[in-house]
C-alpha cells in the first residue's frame, strides 16, 4: 500500500522567513494534494498537484510536484503567524477521491 | 466555510459504548468520505459513500459501519468503542465526481473514549 512521508515533523521559523515542507511517496503520485488544519479543526485545502513538473502557487505557498512524481515540496514565502497550524500532504489513491495522508507538519511561526 | 458541518462538535463516551456521529454534506454533494485522525497523525480513511451505497472502505473492522441517506447526508456507526477509538473524525463530502481536489472537509467531531 501507499505511504507518505511528511518532513520535517515540526518547524519554528521566524516571521518573515521562508521554509520548506516535503512529502515522499512510496509510489507514483497520481494526484497530491496540500491542506492546512488548524489544531482540531477541518482540513483546508490548499492545491493539487497532478503533472510531473507541476507547480501551483497561491499568495505565499507554492506547491511543485516532482518529474518522477513521487515527491511534492511546499514552500512558503516571508512567512507570517496567519500561516501557523498543521500542514498534511495527500494522495489519492488510483483517482478514486479516496485520500491517504502524509503524518502532518506542525508550524509555528513567531512573531 | 466549506457548507460541511458535523455533529456533535465533541462527546465523551465510555469503553464498549456505541457511538453515531452525523455529517450533513455541502448542497449538491453526493459523495461522502470519512476519515479518523488521531492526535499527532494524519487522517485515516475510514469508508466512502457514494449515492447512498458503500464504495470503498479502509483499513477499519466492521464495527464501524455508515449510512448515507437520500438527502446525502451521513452517518458514522462505532460499536463496542475502545479507548484507541478516541480522535477527531472528519467527514468530507464531493459534488459528484470522486476527485479528492472537489473534497470539502466539516470541523470534525472529537471523541473522547474513556
Known amino acids: 500500500s501507499q505511504e507518505l512521508e511528511q518532513s520535517p515533523q515540526s518547524l519554528i521559523v521566524q516571521e518573515g522567513k521562508n521554509l520548506t515542507i516535503n512529502c515522499t511517496s512510496s509510489k507514483t503520485l497520481y494526484g497530491l494534494y496540500w491542506y492546512k488544519q488548524k489544531y482540531g479543526e477541518g482540513l483546508i485545502f490548499l492545491m493539487m498537484?497532478?503533472?510531473?513538473?507541476e507547480e501551483k502557487s497561491h499568495e505565499k505557498i507554492t506547491a511543485k510536484l516532482d518529474e518522477k512524481k513521487q515527491q511534492s515540496s511546499l514552500h512558503i514565502t516571508a512567512s507570517q503567524p496567519s500561516h501557523a497550524g498543521i500542514y498534511l500532504c495527500g494522495a489519492d489513491q488510483g483517482n478514486t477521491g479516496k485520500l491517504i495522508f502524509g503524518q502532518g507538519t506542525t508550524l509555528q511561526v513567531k512573531p | 466555510e466549506t457548507g460541511v458541518t458535523q455533529s456533535p462538535t465533541h462527546l465523551i463516551k465510555t469503553r464498549g459504548q456505541q457511538v453515531t456521529l452525523r455529517c450533513s454534506s455541502q448542497s449538491g454533494h453526493n459523495t461522502v468520505s470519512w476519515y479518523q485522525q488521531a492526535l499527532g497523525q494524519g487522517p485515516q480513511f475510514i469508508f466512502q459513500?457514494?449515492?447512498?451505497?458503500?464504495?470503498g472502505r479502509g483499513n477499519f473492522p466492521p464495527r464501524f459501519s455508515g449510512l448515507q441517506f437520500p438527502n446525502y447526508s451521513s452517518e458514522l456507526n462505532v460499536n463496542a468503542l475502545e479507548l484507541d477509538d478516541s480522535a477527531l473524525y472528519l467527514c468530507?463530502?464531493?459534488?459528484?465526481?470522486?476527485?479528492?481536489?472537489?473534497?470539502?472537509f466539516g470541523p470534525g467531531t472529537r471523541l473522547t473514549v474513556l
Open positions: 498537484l497532478q503533472k510531473g513538473g
Open positions: 459513500y457514494y449515492r447512498e451505497e458503500e464504495n
Open positions: 468530507a463530502s464531493s459534488p459528484g465526481g470522486l476527485r479528492a481536489d472537489t473534497q470539502y
